[in-house]
């Protein structure tokens, strides 16, 4: 009898499910079949990772749009897959401002900007690296053979064996200010670039947050040529997976417990399927999936980790603008020049009853024309933003709308959510991989869950499951960077 299992949503978590459990199959000496189904209320593949084509020769990212080269799921992926990345331009500027001036602008010139920014923040960059590298370090003993490796049932479970649910108890600004980073870097730097990454300040999110975002400002980032969802969908195609796309027959709206084993699938259109085990990798959180699980699962038992307040997400739009920076919006002479980048700090003292109204404003492309290709965060309607802080003429090329990130606030470990929802009599389950976004919210992290999603059930299955990334030996390990 095959091994039928359901995976719901075709994202990160999704896919590299799908890819990891294919690999695990692969690897049995003698096992029973296995189908995959993956169920997707899009008519794509990707999730929350989105290029879209804004003039015949460029293509940007509106979702996820940068690993690091320690990645590595997402990066050894690409490079095994033979995807070339997008060539990133050199020499760019960036500018912090806070409402009513430039607070800090670089000038493209790598070490007289090193100089100036000594000058400004003193050790405080030098302290904040080495904190996120030190995180960094106990994130990667996932990829690890043995205990650190896995495979988990509990988010909780994993932070502890990691060394890492300090980090999730406190806030950002707590935690960089105990590690010696002074109150200048975190405001202008760090929260600068965590409402990039988050939309959230430092006063109210986990320092775990805070260190990714430290690892992306420093570290060696890619992007795919044409997209990182290619990344997804080479899983997808990778695994052998059954795609069931679109809103109807690939929303599901209802997981049940069998009478005897295994679990009915029930989707918008009333067709209902059978299944041995299903792995719920979208957000339960603002997906209208009923899960009809016995009394004594983790879910019910624990049922308020996974839907609790906080957990909701921000609303974040996402823009592709060609034109041109307003000089006047900065309260500039029209023939001033502008940075490539703006981002929007908070001012001194900060005014948190004022949002900013845009996060970013970064520029991928410049025209013959001399116009620019700007991709623009704000979670104002970015028809006002363009409006102000572009030039007549500016165009709005594409735009979408996310839940984009889960607010991530200091938590107590025992409000994590479980992976295992529930589990039958003859080695099926209900996961959740999603419940990593709790702590995490990147491709790789995703993918980490994914994984050990993947493992979880085969381990369940009675499959050999040892083994470090991928899921054989390991190989060297990595520069400690997220």
Request: aromatic fraction near 10%; charged fraction near 20%.
């Given at each position: ?14 896919t ?10 692969a690897r049995q000496?003698?096992?029973?079949t ?44 690409a ?6 990345f ?5 020499g760019?500027?960036l ?8 607070a ?6 790598g ?16 302290r904040?690296?080495k ?8 994130f ?5 053979q ?19 649910l ?11 200010g ?8 975190q ?16 006063t ?7 260190l990714?975002?430290?690892a992306?400002?420093?570290g ?12 997804f ?9 059954e ?72 609303e ?10 307003n ?8 023939d ?7 981002i ?13 109204p845009?996060?970013?404003a ?41 839940r ?55 381990q ?16 060297k ?6």
């Amino acid at each position: 009898m095959p091994k039928r299992v359901a995976i719901v949503g075709a994202g990160a978590g999704g896919t590299s499910t799908a890819y990891f459990l294919r690999q695990l199959h692969a690897r049995q000496s003698a096992s029973d079949t296995l189908d995959i189904t993956i169920f997707e209320v899009h008519d794509r593949i990707g999730g929350r990772a989105l290029a879209v084509n804004v003039s015949e020769e460029r293509v940007l990212e509106l979702g996820a749009s940068i690993f690091l080269t320690s990645n590595r799921i997402m990066y050894e992926s690409a490079l095994a897959f033979s995807f070339p990345f997008v060539e990133e331009s050199e020499g760019s500027t960036l500018g912090l401002w806070d409402g009513a001036q430039f607070a800090f602008q670089t000038t493209g010139k790598g070490w007289w900007d090193t100089i100036r920014g000594a000058w400004r923040y003193g050790t405080s960059p030098l302290r904040a690296s080495k904190a996120s590298q030190e995180a960094a370090t106990k994130f990667f003993r996932s990829y690890q053979q043995g205990p650190k490796g896995g495979p988990f049932r509990g988010l909780e479970q994993w932070l502890a064996v990691q060394e890492l649910l300090e980090y999730i108890t406190v806030s950002g600004k707590a935690f960089l200010g105990s590690q010696g980073v002074g109150e200048l870097y975190q405001r202008e730097i760090v929260e600068g670039a965590n409402r990039v990454n988050y939309s959230q300040d430092l006063t109210s999110s986990h320092s775990l947050a805070a260190l990714i975002t430290l690892a992306a400002l420093s570290g060696d980032t890619r992007t795919v040529s044409g997209g990182n969802a290619r990344i997804f969908s080479e899983f997808a195609k990778r695994s052998g997976a059954e795609l069931v796309l679109g809103p109807g027959k690939g929303r599901v709206t209802l997981v049940e417990r069998r009478e005897e084993s295994g679990y009915w699938v029930e989707t918008e259109d009333g067709e209902r399927r059978d299944f041995d085990a299903v792995v719920v990798a979208v957000p339960l959180a603002h997906n209208a999936i009923r899960l009809l699980l016995p009394p004594t699962s983790p879910y019910t038992l624990r049922r308020s980790t996974l839907y609790p307040p906080s957990t909701t997400f921000v609303e974040l739009h996402s823009t592709a603008v060609i034109g041109q920076l307003n000089p006047a919006y900065f309260e500039l002479a029209p023939d001033s020049s502008l940075p490539d980048s703006v981002i929007f700090i908070n001012p001194a003292p900060p005014t948190p009853s004022l949002p900013p109204p845009f996060h970013s404003a970064t520029k991928h492309h410049t025209y013959p024309d001399g116009t620019s290709l700007y991709k623009l965060f704000s979670t104002a309607p970015p028809d006002q933003v363009v409006a102000s802080l572009f030039l007549p003429g500016a165009k709005v090329a594409a735009t979408k709308s996310w839940r984009a990130y889960p607010h991530l606030p200091p938590t107590d470990p025992s409000e994590v959510p479980p992976i295992v929802l529930d589990e039958d009599s003859a080695g099926g389950a209900v996961l959740y991989p999603g419940a990593f976004e709790r702590v995490f919210s990147t491709m790789e992290s995703a993918c980490v869950g994914g994984r050990n999603a993947a493992r979880l059930l085969g381990q369940s299955w009675g499959w050999v499951v040892d083994g470090g990334f991928p899921d054989g030996p390991d190989s060297k390990p990595v520069k400690a960077k997220f």
